[in-house]
């Protein structure tokens, strides 16, 4: 092992170490750099992948065809990093940091060569590892992540490789059913198993079950309450099943969607700060709390969640470039904060669109909160405009306050970008009332004359008032 | 003339009169019948023309055939709100209001008899009237308006009768816009005759501008700065040009959409309270100012521009829907207010979107404000996911608070409604750096992962730093 990279000796020169190269991380770098020139601010940045600065939330897009060429998503190149004076060290994982020495240890994939690098302000965005539960068979052949590009393309090559038309997805949280969508594009047969009562865990059971059926409508074969126990692999070594249930699920591809969980072990070998979810926790300007000289930001976080009050862990590529921006700017000798979050979330599946905003009702009753919740139906245009479609929009509200406390929509075209509205009110801590009377834009080819979300808000207005103290 | 209606001379029956039969009006009897019952409440409603309840937001999509039949812009039939015990009638046009004496005088379109009723309680609903200017041949065959769905037919008369496809919209406002619009689906050669620099005055020359080059690459002809004289007519008196700036432009058919004022002929007349733009004054209840027991709301009363302080015209029937609710309410016992709108719209021709909320760089000096003004291009989607349109962002802010003022947005598919985040935020009063920080939905199929309107509260936040004090 040998010492490198030193601390220049004079000028005032710092180094800045970040420590992953995706959305937060080089978000973060690229902001720093902006902000202060290389003389005076030094930036190394460390990726043990192939590739920086990639959409996750791209690859069910990619695996189903809609994106045609993977470098599409790729929204700047390692080699663009570096003509803006970015020192980027690809395969080089950081396996140490040494807080009180101020250094990381970082590790050439290729060579096995470790050494360590000082740093002045260290970022870490090391983001989030995807949930792969120890089962029997799950490391098959033919079982597949879709959390990198590398995983993408393994996917991609199994599915290119493989006669069988039989897909199971574990799993149906967004990556589930995107990826339901996905695989039903190139002609599988698509099952999903999903170990809750309903899919989309992150909506009301009432809500999921509406995309349950619209999903089962699509002839995907949609399994709740399934926990998966094994793998079932053939002669061959390869998947060739899946159990959930005491079920076997032929599958001639298995793909996990499970979920992520913040990827901080560096973090917590160095003793930092970490959350009830596991993720680090900072202060809002994005500090690791309690270190002047450490930021952290992206799905390696917690972030707040200014609708309960308390830490969420949400892995979103619009957080984590937000939080780069944001510490990219504070650690360039800016300022600037990252407030919280209200957590909207949204998605499709074929012309299915999902969106969430704020507390479900668990969230809510876990807050402490007492609500009223409404449900309506409702169109995305003026109903005799064509293409009129349906949305079912949910809100609930604080009682007594009338306070929004959150909306979820499901519908077809027009609906998931409509929780937009309903994520502003939250964070300005408006009520259902006040949203009544909120100017959206009307025209017939775009709402009704009443906007499905005001539509709910004017009923949730009305259950607040009839719910009394 | 004979009295009739006269108040009933026991249990505390009340009449509540109600001028108009279109949004702002019904919407006001039907919320008022909902909260008192007819033995404790009598309602009468006069509507002058054939029609209640309508669309007029529609008709260039039913003169256009996206709408088929009429009746779908009927939202609500005289015989069903008889049926919800309004005494509705038809062709029978309040020609004084007697406030001292707390009575109307109406009459009947088809006998001519006119006769007295009295009310306890009035609502003033009497929309606007399209601008018409005094000129040679304007009301000659040919030349058509399109505010009612009399207009509507008429103007379907005569494109079913009419040989020649050369029309010409004389006005380039939404109304004008969509007209155009409509005619090009129907197959005609359409010129535009814009009184203005660029079309769409409601947004600031340079993005209307982009409109016009959009207007011009659809086929249209587009012609600024074109002042109309005079409708030449031909041998059969019928409309063949129009002349503007001393060029004639042959049309087989004209459309006028210079846009509305107010109807607050029998106000004035009644001595009520009007603003400069010739609107009813009301206060925050929808009282007119000073008259306890009279209310108006819709296209005859001025509104309240949250964002400038003063009173402004808007003819839109999301306003006249919530004003009419807010009526109904206050005059049947209950209470609610309207405070008042940041001024959004949207509109479309063919896949073009257009959008505004807030003020225009005029409207922000006229109202003593300093601002920046700073202008984006993005896309409505992640750039690599198939049809990601651009999109074009124009954002004003306060000088030093940073305050949002404005957002024009013009672009393709998705848009239109993502003004709405802006119309919330100016709601709400945030700054534009408070804005950067909204939790938007992200998923790539609905938004880059810097939404539009993040990515112009960004430049705006820099904008406001840089200029200073």
């Known amino acids: 092992m040998s010492m490198s990279g030193t601390r220049p000796d004079g000028g005032g020169r710092e180094r800045l170490v970040v420590i992953g190269g995706d959305a937060a991380g080089m978000s973060a770098a690229s902001q720093a750099r902006r902000l202060r020139d290389p003389d005076r601010l030094e930036i190394v940045a460390f990726e043990r992948g192939h590739f920086t600065s990639f959409s996750a939330c791209g690859i069910p897009y990619w695996v189903g065809g809609d994106v045609t060429d993977r470098d599409d998503l790729i929204a700047r190149t390692p080699e663009e990093h570096r003509a803006r004076d970015i020192d980027l060290r690809m395969r080089t994982e950081v396996t140490e940091i040494d807080v009180t020495g101020g250094r990381v240890r970082a590790r050439d994939a290729d060579s096995g060569a470790e050494s360590w690098t000082s740093y002045d302000k260290l970022v870490i965005a090391t983001g989030a590892r995807p949930v792969r539960p120890e089962l029997p068979g799950i490391d098959a052949p033919g079982v597949h992540g879709v959390q990198t590009l590398d995983d993408g393309q393994a996917l991609l090559d199994t599915l290119a490789a493989t006669k069988g038309r039989r897909a199971v997805v574990v799993g149906a949280g967004y990556i589930g059913v995107e990826m339901a969508e996905a695989l039903l594009n190139r002609g599988y047969e698509v099952t999903v198993l999903n170990r809750g009562a309903e899919p989309m865990a992150t909506l009301d059971p009432d809500m999921g079950r509406m995309v349950h059926d619209a999903m089962a409508g699509m002839g995907i074969t949609m399994v709740n309450d399934a926990e998966v126990t094994e793998v079932l692999t053939g002669d061959d070594g390869r998947a060739r099943a899946v159990v959930a249930g005491g079920t076997e699920y032929p599958a001639d591809v298995v793909v996990l969607g499970i979920g992520v969980r913040p ?31 450490i930021w952290a930001g992206g799905d390696c976080v917690e972030v707040l969640d200014l609708v309960s009050g308390s830490e969420r ?24 904060t990252f407030p919280g979050v209200v957590g909207t979330a949204v998605s499709k599946v074929c012309a299915l669109e999902i969106a969430r905003t704020g507390l479900r009702e668990k969230d809510a009753r876990r807050a402490g909160l007492r609500y009223v919740a ?10 005799y405009y064509p293409g009129a479609a349906p949305m079912t929009v949910k809100m609930l509200a604080e009682r007594r306050t009338g306070r929004l406390l959150g909306t979820q929509i499901v519908g077809r075209e027009g609906a998931a970008k409509r929780v937009d509205v309903a994520a502003v009110a939250l964070t300005a801590g408006m009520t259902v009332e006040q949203m009544t009377a909120l100017d959206l834009g009307y025209a017939p080819p775009f709402s009704p004359v009443w906007d499905p979300v005001l539509v709910a808000a004017r009923r949730a207005t009305t259950a607040v008032r009839e719910q009394g103290a």
């Open 313 to 336: 862990h949400i892995a979103l590529g619009t957080h984590a470039n937000k939080q780069g921006q944001v510490i990219g700017t504070n650690a360039g000798g800016g300022y600037a």
């Open 374 to 383: 409404v449900t309506i139906e409702s169109s995305s245009r003026a109903g």
């Open 263 to 293: 990827e901080t072990a560096l973090a917590r070998a160095a003793g930092l700060p970490l959350g009830a979810h596991g993720g680090l926790l900072t202060d809002l300007a994005m500090r690791v709390r309690g270190y002047e000289n």
